[in-house]
């Protein structure tokens, strides 16, 4: 298996603008975490999901942010309008009901 | 409430000297307890995991953790530390057949100096 992909793994953008960050979790988990690192705040949950469905978006900062898995084999986290204080680096990662997460490699996220 | 305990920010060890990084639990039912590096510009790597039985629980790098029940810790060991071990360590903590989610700590940075 060739792990959690996320992309891109860099994204540049300015203010104001949409985001959208990509996430293919491993074949067979069931559930997927969004997190957000950043050096003030750690790493932080976003939203996570159990087969397909949001089970707790009480992470999600603003209204700006939403997040979506049409499948089982894909997830979208989309920021907009994007602000400079959204800058970090984004992680998914993927677990089954009992197992430890597997993280993928992040997308860090610039808005200038 | 379930939570997650790293009470030292960073830690300093000569090389070649043991290393432990501490953690501390409390949660209500029985845990399940990780420990995750993530080295500079790099997602978070899974260490190790207790779920049951040995309470001396082996991983990768030469990396190991005690399971106390007692004292509701599970802290990272490794017998003689290397340069490369410096890093960012996570504990984590998920409770058994209860809650979807897990309980990250706010990390340990360990240097190793030379």
């Known amino acids: 298996d060739a792990g959690v992909i996320q992309s891109p793994r860099h994204e540049v953008t300015e203010m104001g603008q949409e985001v959208t960050l990509r996430c293919k979790p491993i074949?067979?988990?069931?559930?997927l975490f969004w997190y957000r690192q950043t050096m003030m705040r750690g790493l932080e949950l976003l939203i996570y999901?159990?087969?397909?469905?949001?089970?707790?978006d009480s992470g999600m900062p603003e209204d700006r942010f939403s997040a979506k898995m049409p499948n089982a084999s894909f997830s979208t986290l989309k920021i907009q309008p994007s602000e400079p204080r959204d800058s970090a680096v984004y992680f998914c990662?993927?677990?089954?009901?009992?197992?430890?997460?597997?993280f993928g490699s992040g997308t860090r996220l610039t808005v200038v | 409430a379930q939570s997650v305990a790293q009470p030292e920010d960073q830690v300093n060890v000569a090389e070649g000297n043991p290393l432990t990084v501490k953690c501390t639990y409390s949660?209500?039912?029985?845990?399940?307890l990780f420990w995750y590096v993530q080295y500079p510009n790099r997602g978070l790597q899974f260490l190790l995991k207790y779920i049951t039985g040995d309470n001396l629980v082996k991983g990768s790098y030469g990396f190991e953790a005690e399971f106390n029940k007692s004292q509701t810790s599970f802290h990272l060991k490794k017998p003689s530390a290397l340069v490369s071990d410096s890093a960012l360590y996570f504990c984590?903590?998920?409770?058994?057949?209860?809650?979807?989610?897990?309980?990250f700590g706010k990390g340990t940075r360990l240097h190793i100096l030379p």
């Open positions: 984590a903590v998920r409770v058994w057949n209860r809650d979807d989610k897990i309980i």
């Open positions: 074949s067979g988990h069931d559930y």
């Open positions: 999901f159990n087969n397909n469905v949001p089970i707790d």
């Open positions: 990662a993927s677990s089954s009901r009992t197992g430890g997460y597997t």
């Open positions: 949660v209500s039912g029985n845990p399940y």
